[in-house]
């Protein structure tokens, strides 16, 4: 098994070599003070992630039949999660989560992280018995496309379920032809479980000091990436890896090289996550005007003559329901909040937490601090000093000057150009008003 190993001892395969070292990690996870994390391997098809997996699952077990059936029909999730609760310290591997529901890949995340078992009750009403181990371990999974992908299409929670994963973009590298890495396989199915052992043996009595050095590297990287506290899990993991990568080079179990790894995962791998968790989860700004975008038509839009009359000049009409009124002249748009919180409800965005953040002083591009919501609770009537008032309603004040929105919902007027001379009655041209994003 140690001589098969060298089928990865390449350059090109580093984050196969992470991903791999990552499933002998596993038992040191419980050093970091963290309960699990999800590794997942991610990309084109024939870049290796199966293998990989299997090489992985072939430290404690069969490579093929370690692993779970991460598909549809292959694991229920009641079934997943009482393996994890079994294997406890060792690592979980899922094969092919590619179709997994939204909701259900959430679940995974925010689970994995969770310290103890499933509880559950006798008929009887008391709590049945359970194995009472303390879980702290690492998920490795695969999937054709990106788990961030996946957890940002419900984004209840935020970015939360993405900081619980360490998501790896695997390539095809071409670096063995096909007949050598099915030959790899077809050893690997024949040589397997022999590398966990003789590990976990030394890590047992070497504990101590395995666990002050995962602290020291994890301590290290949070300085040298300037990791930031929602970033723990991905220190903890980079950490766990190395330190195993370390420790068995040194019994002569795998030959690959851990400060290659360390350097790949801080210039390449936490790079590569934070810009995918930026690029696939939208700021509290941006969801708020896409919601603006959303409702563009049923805006009533006005601004005050100046002259004694209170009565607005309206510029456009809302043509269906009135969720907002948008003085140009005060550059403010009163929105109703009962339509956003539903708006925030469909898409899975946290409603409060988007209005108070929205609410805070941030510098902006001039160089002054300047609050997105002028106010987050206020009285207005819609339709105020025109034809559409009705009653005060709940809403929310935006300041459409602050860079973050402006051009939102912003008016651009277009003057037709003068019709030829015609024998028809002469009529004064309507401005064409258009929206502007």
Request: charged share 20%.
């Amino acid at each position: 098994q140690v001589q098969l190993l060298r089928f990865y001892d390449h350059p090109a395969y580093l984050p196969n070599q992470f991903f791999i070292m990552a499933g002998l990690a596993a038992p040191l996870f419980y050093a970091t003070g963290h309960h699990g994390v999800i590794v997942n391997a991610s990309g084109e098809a024939g870049a290796s992630k199966s293998t990989s997996l299997y090489t992985a699952a072939s430290f404690w077990g069969q490579p093929e039949l370690y692993p779970i059936n991460g598909t549809n029909n292959g694991a229920t999730v009641r079934g997943r999660n009482e393996r994890v609760t079994v294997l406890a310290n060792l690592p979980v591997c899922v094969d092919e989560i590619t179709h997994m529901p939204a909701k259900d890949a959430v679940d995974l995340a925010m689970s994995i992280t969770q310290p103890g078992h499933r509880i559950r009750l006798e008929t009887s009403g008391i709590e049945r018995a359970a194995v009472q181990s303390y879980k702290a371990t690492i998920m490795l999974a695969t999937a054709n496309n990106s788990l961030h992908g996946l957890l940002s299409l419900d984004n209840a929670a935020g970015t939360a379920g993405s900081m619980r994963v360490v998501e790896i973009q695997f390539r095809n590298v071409k670096a063995h032809t096909k007949p050598q890495a099915d030959a790899y396989f077809h050893g690997l199915k024949q040589h397997y479980g022999h590398i966990g052992e003789v590990f976990i043996h030394h890590v047992l009595q070497h504990r101590a000091r395995i666990e002050a050095r995962v602290r020291a590297l994890m301590a290290e990287i949070d300085q040298r990436a300037d990791i930031q506290s929602s970033e723990r899990f991905w220190s903890a993991t980079i950490a766990c890896v190395v330190v195993a990568a370390e420790f068995s080079r040194a019994l002569g179990l795998t030959t690959f090289d851990p400060r290659q790894l360390l350097d790949w995962a801080l210039t390449v791998q936490v790079p590569f996550m934070r810009s995918t968790v930026t690029d696939e989860y939208t700021s509290p700004a941006g969801i708020l005007a896409e919601y603006l975008e959303h409702i563009n038509g049923d805006i009533l839009i006005v601004n005050t003559p100046a002259s004694a009359s209170n009565l607005a000049n309206v510029i456009r009409a809302p043509r269906g329901q009135l969720l907002g009124h948008y003085d140009l002249d005060e550059k403010v748009l009163w929105v109703l909040k009962k339509g956003f919180k539903d708006y925030c409800a469909r898409s899975g965005a946290n409603f409060t937490r988007i209005l108070n953040e929205l609410s805070e002083p941030v510098m902006t591009r001039n160089g002054r601090f300047e609050r997105v919501l002028s106010s987050k609770r206020v009285r207005k009537v819609l339709g105020a000093g025109t034809e559409f008032a009705k009653a005060q309603s709940w809403c929310f004040a935006i300041n459409m000057a602050h860079p973050d929105v402006s051009g939102a919902v912003d008016l651009q007027v277009d003057t037709p150009p003068t019709a030829a001379p015609s024998s028809a009655p002469l009529t004064t041209p309507r401005p064409a008003l258009h929206a502007v994003r």
